[in-house]
Each structure stands twice: as structure tokens, then as C-alpha cells.
């Protein structure tokens, strides 16, 4: 059984060094008297909360990997063994799952029973997974969106940035992205849809450049990254603006993480910034899919997987989400169907 191993915690931007490949033996079936399951992965999701997760921590709402052991995240599987009564063998599963060919899932009351296999099976760790729930929770909950508001997202090309974009698209709002390279705007605007889009990183002013696309200013601020980009929304945002606290991926490798001045914005002009977890929105998980699946079947979103082939390669790509490697969803294939 192949398994990637923190070697130990990681300071600063993560390394391929930081982590190796070991083969260890896993038996076959699910001992008795435990109600484990037992699952080949097929599909592994590179997910930035894991950055934290490399690091020692203390009273977060994750724990730490444990360094010499393998590292678990989402993924997407099939049953070989259970004891467990909601699961049988060759049932597919998506859940948190080792980053390893086989896994004994002893928690499996955290897994979801895929029910759906007319889309692709990938799709599991990012459109109809926990990237997805995330997308669909925080523009439609957290963000209150209306019909022809304006609508700003950060690393918008991503698992997360390109539905939530589709969504307020979908919604009749004006949307404008920001992603890291010519390509992924090209995807922003030409495949998903998107209003306008912009590469940051050509950006020298990235308030003058929020003001081109923005002129009116922004009601809806989809937050993926922090850092300068929150600054420059803020002296953006319109009266009575909302910002949904999604992630802030520019800070998670910093010793020190940078200051953001621009909050008195916040009361000036009565806005509305919160935060918020995917994991409090799973109980919304089937109504979630009642609302996706008709509307990929339908072919009105899309959504597209930068796939890797091999556990081995595992490593690389989720070092390469801190560097926008990544164009869209970041997947590792661990073997096929
Ligand atoms: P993505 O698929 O968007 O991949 C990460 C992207 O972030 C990169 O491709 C890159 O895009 C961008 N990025 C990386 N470093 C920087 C930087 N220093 N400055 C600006 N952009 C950077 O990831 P996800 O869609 O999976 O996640 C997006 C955000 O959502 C993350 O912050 C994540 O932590 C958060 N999240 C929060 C959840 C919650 O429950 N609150 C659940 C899931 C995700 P580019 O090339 O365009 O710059």
C-alpha cells in the first residue's frame, strides 16, 4: 500500500522534500467487531486548508497531520470491505479519506455514499464535493446575493472561485474574476462565463484596477485569497456590501501574517464581512445536489479539473495550488475506475 508521509511540520511554503512515498502492507478486509470500511481511493482532493494541517496545531477547527504518518484529506472511493451497515462492498464513497492506494476508514459516519455516477466520478472531490457545498453555502447563505448586483471573486478560476462565479452568473449579477495567469482569465470569460477578468499579477494598482471593472463599486466580495487583494476591495466596496470570508490562500505560508488597513471601510459604509466553514453546511449537502446535478446535466455550469495521474505526483500538485500551478479544480487520480 503506497502512502504519502509528512516527514515533519512545514515552515514557509511547502516543499516536494517535506514529503515522502513509503509502501507499507494493509490487509484486505475489515477486522471483525469494528464497523471500519475499508476503500481503494480512486480520486484525492488538493484542498489549501491542508497548508494548515502540516503545521502543529491547537484548538483548530482541523487537526494536524502527524509527521511519519500519511496525510488524509478528501477523497473519492470505492468499498471493498465493510462493516458498516449504511456501506457494501463496490459501493463509491467520497469523504475524508489517507492519501495512500488503500484506506481503513474507521469514522465512517464522515462519508457520503455517491449515489449519482452519470458525471464524472473526479467531480466528487470538487464541483459535488466539499469545494462545491462551499461555493453553493457561501454565495447563497453567507453572501445574500440579488438579482444585478456586482459581484467580485479572488482566485476565480479555482475549485471554488469557478462556481460561485457560474451561481451569480446564473443569478443575473454582474461578475468579475481574478486569476494568476493569461489562461485562466481566458477560461473566466470565454468558459465560464464570467463578465470581465483580470490577471492580479499584472496588476501594479489593484484598487485602480477594481475601479476600472468596478466604477459603481462592488455589493458581493467572494474572499479566496486576503492579503492586499481585501485591502484593495475595501476602499471598493459599495454601501451596504457584503464580503463572505471563504479563505485567505496568500497568507497561509507567511511567518508573519501582513496587516489589512482598510477595515475602517467596513463601518463607513456598513458592511457586512463574515466568515464561514463548509462543515457547518453539510446537513445542506442534498439539497446542494438536488440544485447542482440538474444544472450541470442541463449544461448550464461546467467546471474544470487540473488532473494528475499517480500517488506519487500527489505531493507536487498540492504544493503547486500556493503557486497557482493549478488551472482549475486540482485532482490526483490514484487509479482508475
Ligand atoms: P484553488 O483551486 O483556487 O487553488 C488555489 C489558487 O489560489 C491558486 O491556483 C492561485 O490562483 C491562488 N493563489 C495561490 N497563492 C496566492 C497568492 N499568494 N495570492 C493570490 N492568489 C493565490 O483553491 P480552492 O478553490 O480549493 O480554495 C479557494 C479558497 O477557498 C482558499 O482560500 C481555501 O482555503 C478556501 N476554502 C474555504 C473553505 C471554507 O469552508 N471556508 C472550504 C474550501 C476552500 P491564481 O493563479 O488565480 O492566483
Given at each position: 500500500n503506497n502512502q504519502v508521509i509528512l516527514r515533519d511540520y512545514v515552515s514557509g511554503f511547502p516543499k516536494e522534500s517535506d514529503f515522502m512515498v513509503r509502501t507499507s502492507t494493509i490487509r484486505l478486509n475489515v477486522p471483525e467487531g469494528s464497523n471500519a470500511v475499508l476503500v481503494k481511493n480512486l480520486y484525492l482532493s488538493c484542498d489549501p486548508y491542508m497548508r494548515s494541517r502540516m503545521t502543529k496545531l491547537e484548538g483548530s477547527y482541523v487537526e494536524s497531520f502527524v509527521p511519519g504518518s500519511p496525510i488524509s484529506g478528501f477523497g473519492a472511493s470505492r468499498v471493498l470491505d465493510s462493516r458498516h451497515p449504511n456501506f457494501k462492498k463496490g459501493d463509491l464513497i467520497w469523504g475524508i479519506t489517507g492519501w495512500e492506494e488503500y484506506s481503513l476508514i474507521t469514522t465512517p459516519e464522515t462519508l457520503f455514499k455517491i449515489e449519482h455516477t452519470d458525471v464524472p466520478l473526479s467531480y466528487y472531490t470538487g464541483l459535488l464535493g466539499m469545494p462545491g457545498l462551499t461555493a453553493y453555502a457561501g454565495f447563497y447563505d453567507v453572501a445574500s446575493p440579488k438579482k444585478g448586483e456586482y459581484v467580485f471573486i479572488?482566485?476565480?478560476?479555482?475549485?471554488?472561485?469557478?462556481?460561485v462565479g457560474q451561481f451569480a452568473k446564473l443569478l443575473g449579477c454582474f461578475v468579475?474574476?481574478?486569476?494568476?495567469?493569461k489562461a485562466k482569465v481566458d477560461l473566466l470569460k470565454n468558459k465560464f462565463g464570467f463578465d470581465e477578468a483580470f490577471n492580479h499579477k499584472e496588476e501594479q494598482d489593484l484598487e485602480a484596477a477594481l475601479k476600472r471593472y468596478f466604477p459603481n463599486g462592488i455589493d458581493i466580495y467572494f474572499e479566496n485569497v486576503g492579503g492586499k487583494m481585501l485591502d484593495a476591495v475595501l476602499v471598493?466596496?459599495?454601501l451596504y456590501g457584503r464580503i463572505p470570508m471563504c479563505g485567505m490562500i496568500s497568507q497561509y505560508n507567511c511567518e508573519q501574517p501582513e496587516g489589512v488597513h482598510n477595515l475602517f471601510c467596513l463601518i463607513a459604509k456598513r458592511i457586512r464581512m463574515q466568515g464561514f466553514l463548509v462543515f457547518d453546511y453539510y446537513h445542506m449537502y442534498?439539497?446542494?445536489?438536488?440544485t447542482v446535478l440538474p444544472l450541470i446535466r442541463e449544461g448550464k455550469i461546467t467546471y474544470?479539473?487540473?488532473?494528475v495521474e499517480g500517488l506519487e505526483n500527489g505531493p507536487a500538485a498540492l504544493i503547486g495550488l500556493f503557486y497557482g500551478r493549478n488551472v482549475g479544480k486540482q485532482v490526483v487520480m490514484v487509479a482508475r475506475e
Open positions: 479572488s482566485a476565480a478560476s479555482g475549485a471554488v472561485g469557478q462556481l468579475v474574476g481574478s486569476a494568476g495567469s471598493n466596496m459599495r442534498p439539497k446542494f445536489l438536488d474544470v479539473e487540473d488532473i
